[in-house]
């Protein structure tokens, strides 16, 4: 059990943080398809599928993919209609790297009629999730309260 005393010690040291409010980030275009990203505080995936839908048909977009973390290992992503592995994992890593939690980014993709290919799917979710992510402003991360003493 010395592995629980471990990632207890690393909750509680956890230098996370979420969304002070909902932003958008600034289009990326590649190819004539533009992603925008959304980012938006939240501890429930359910919300960020309810976000997503609500996103993708009020914009008319062809895919709203999205990556959720909450505390602990909640983590989930989705590709919405693209490529396995292409769009939701791209912006979770995004998102491990800006150390945010308890938050989702959800990817609009506009169809501009040229295919991307996977690799250009991967660069062209990750670009938008880092532009929105670089913008977005923070609050500081409380650790997470199930693994105090």
Sequence with gaps: MAWLGALRQQARR???????????????EVKGSVF???CLP?????????????????GGFGHACWGFRG?????????D???????GNPILREMEKARVRD??????RDYGGVKLGTGGLVHAYSAAARLALETAQYTAL????????
């Design 14 to 28: 956890c230098s996370c943080r979420t969304f002070s409010g909902a932003s958008e980030g600034a289009p990326h």
């Design 36 to 38: 925008v990203a959304h």
């Design 42 to 58: 939240t501890a429930d995936v359910a919300a960020t599928r309810a976000a997503a839908k609500e996103l993708k048909h009020r």
């Design 71 to 79: 505390r602990g290992f909640d983590e989930r992503g989705s590709d």
């Design 81 to 87: 209609g693209e490529p396995k592995g292409t769009a």
């Design 103 to 108: 938050a989702a980014v959800i990817v609009t």
């Design 142 to 149: 409380d650790a997470d309260p199930r693994f105090k003493d």
